[in-house]
């Protein structure tokens, strides 16, 4: 096996590593807290500090990728998601929580650019829809089957030493990955203060470059962070299902997501990115129209949907994210539109929230399917920057 394949190969046991990981939390958190006195609309507030907190590491993450540590960011990523499982067993309080909230979502932020600044390095353009797809899939895969074993440990052992037990799956990852991607030739470059400084800079004439792109995140983000971090609660609460109910929902999800994503891979190569975006938003705004009702069976439907969703979206919005600058540059391509979307949608979860207990239950849902709306307009209809987003 070469250097590039052995890369790849750890990549993609990392990424299926930090899907038992972050489907653990996912699944485990919002329920522990359900389980201690919080409410569901308590919920949409940690969501909304963990993403100024992101917003503003952003840039920086951006710039040290580009410098030529993407193996770094990428390994250390695994270490901060690990510690966001291993907080709640140490303290229950709030404060705790906006903390482990924010290494959650910092570490999702940190991997992104880490990984396609790799990936860009070793991987043809016209293949990487379809390379992305492969790493999707083993994600999925951890996906379907955590949900279920971690509520079963859970009803054993407890939320809180189970998400302990599930941190020991990002660190591994995290390790295999600085041993595999550390082979790839990545020249380095010395870090200085001023050119920090003019990467938040460059936030700025990157959403000017690509308002198409640019606009479709803000919409986009809107759309599912209205609701999205209320979800698993929401389930519970509003549409009745039990723990077992709440993670046969995400096995499905998973499911969905794991056999569509190698398609949506296919598709994302065969007729562009900005397409398959424009298709993730219709299945979301179907996806929000189902939960909306808060009836189990159509729950159960929306997981499917949501599911066929989210691999469109993160295939077309990988690949889209690698090619407009190239590999060299594809940590501050992500990591700036990461962070404008991440600044613009800081009050969604709260007002979420908001709407959820002054409005009524499916008010968020129903608000979300606008700003999908407008998000599948922006990446079609928009036009301006450089048009290099479309395979060859």
């Known amino acids: 096996m070469n250097k590039a394949r052995k890369t790849l190969a750890g990549i993609a046991i990392y990424t299926a590593f930090r899907g038992v990981a972050f489907s653990?939390?996912?699944?485990?958190?919002?329920?522990?807290?359900?389980?201690?006195?919080?409410?569901?609309?308590?919920?949409?507030?940690?969501?909304?500090?963990?993403?100024v907190a992101t917003a503003v590491f952003l840039p920086f993450i951006g710039h040290m990728v580009d410098a030529g540590h993407p193996v770094t960011i990428g390994t250390l990523s695994g270490i901060i998601l690990a510690l966001s499982l291993l907080i709640p067993g140490l303290s229950s309080s709030y404060l705790s929580f906006i903390l482990v909230y924010i290494l959650n979502s910092l570490s999702l932020m940190m991997w992104q650019p880490a990984r396609i600044s790799v990936?860009?390095?070793?991987?043809?353009?016209?293949?990487?829809?379809?390379?992305?797809?492969?790493?999707?899939?083993?994600?999925?895969?951890?996906?379907?089957?955590?949900?279920?074993?971690?509520?079963?440990?859970?009803?054993?052992?407890?939320?809180?030493?189970?998400?302990?037990?599930?941190?020991?799956?990002?660190?591994?990852?995290?390790l295999i990955y600085c041993?595999?991607?550390?082979?790839?030739?990545?020249?380095?470059?010395?870090?200085?203060?001023?050119s920090l400084f003019e990467t938040y800079k460059n936030v700025y004439w990157i959403l000017k470059q690509y308002p198409y792109l640019s606009l479709f995140s803000f919409f986009d983000i809107y759309g599912w962070r209205l609701w999205f971090p209320m979800l698993n609660a929401y389930l519970k609460k509003a549409v009745g299902l039990d723990d077992m109910?709440?993670?046969?929902?995400?096995?499905?999800?998973?499911?969905?997501m794991l056999a569509s994503s190698y398609p949506s891979g296919y598709?994302?190569?065969r007729i562009g990115p900005r397409k398959v975006l424009a298709l993730n938003e219709m299945l979301g705004i179907a996806t929000a129209l189902l939960l909306a009702q808060h009836t189990p069976i159509l729950a159960y439907i929306a997981s499917i949907t949501m599911g066929i969703s989210i691999a469109f979206w993160i295939n077309g919005?990988?690949?889209?994210?690698?090619?407009?600058?190239?590999?060299e540059k594809a940590g501050i391509m992500r990591s700036s539109i990461d962070a404008a979307r991440t600044i613009v949608s800081v009050p969604a979860p709260a007002l979420g929230s908001t709407i959820y207990s002054l409005v009524s239950i499916s008010a968020?849902?129903?608000?979300?399917?606008?700003?999908?709306g407008l998000a599948a307009l922006s990446i079609l209809l928009v036009k301006g920057g450089k048009e290099k987003d479309t395979p060859s």
Request: without cysteine; aromatic residues 12%.
């Open 119 to 174: 990936v860009g390095r070793i991987v043809q353009s016209g293949s990487l829809g379809r390379t992305y797809a492969v790493f999707t899939a083993g994600f999925n895969i951890a996906r379907i089957i955590t949900p279920f074993v971690a509520v079963t440990i859970a009803y054993a052992i407890g939320y809180r030493s189970t998400m302990a037990l599930m941190s020991i799956f990002p660190l591994t990852g995290a």
């Open 364 to 372: 968020p849902f129903y608000l979300g399917t606008v700003f999908m």
């Open 317 to 327: 919005y990988n690949t889209i994210t690698t090619l407009l600058m190239g590999p």
């Open 24 to 51: 653990s939390f996912q699944v485990l958190l919002p329920l522990y807290l359900v389980s201690i006195g919080y409410k569901v609309a308590d919920l949409g507030p940690l969501a909304t500090y963990a993403t």
């Open 245 to 256: 109910g709440v993670g046969l929902y995400n096995s499905i999800f998973s499911a969905s």
């Open 179 to 194: 041993l595999t991607a550390r082979q790839v030739e990545i020249r380095k470059r010395k870090v200085e203060i001023r």
């Open 267 to 269: 598709l994302t190569d």
